[in-house]
């Protein structure tokens, strides 16, 4: 059973931090595409920031230079450090696991966690 489950939002001050995490369980997480999107209500869900198995890393322009994704192969984990935070940046934010070959397409989900930028 493949689980994604996230930790680290809550509520902070415009400029300040967040760190959230991903644990993945049920996968070789090693090979997986990690991915942060973040979803507001009525809007559609949007991308953040990926890494890709190799460590490669990519953001959306929103974000570049305030949020950095890693991953941790070793604790089956990826992290999102979010940093100067917005209010724009309030929403749900979701961990997504991607792999694709040739002979298969997986992805999955985690249950998402809220971060609320306000004073």
């Known amino acids: 059973q493949v689980q994604l489950v996230e930790s680290g939002g809550g509520l902070v001050q415009p400029g300040g931090s967040l760190r959230l995490s991903c644990a993945a369980s049920?996968?070789?997480?090693?090979?997986?595409?990690m991915g942060w999107y973040r979803q507001v209500p009525g809007k559609q869900r949007e991308l953040v920031a990926t890494?890709?198995?190799?460590?490669?890393?990519y953001y959306v322009d929103s974000v570049k230079g305030r949020f950095t994704i890693s991953r941790d192969n070793a604790k089956n984990t990826v992290y999102l450090q979010m940093n100067s935070l917005k209010p724009e940046d309030t929403a749900v934010y979701y961990c997504?696991?991607?792999?694709?070959?040739?002979?298969?397409?997986?992805?999955?989900w985690g249950q998402g966690t809220q971060v609320t930028v306000s004073s």
């Open positions: 049920g996968i070789i997480f090693s090979i997986y595409d």
């Open positions: 890494i890709a198995s190799g460590g490669n890393a």
């Open positions: 997504s696991a991607h792999y694709q070959s040739s002979l298969r397409n997986s992805e999955y």
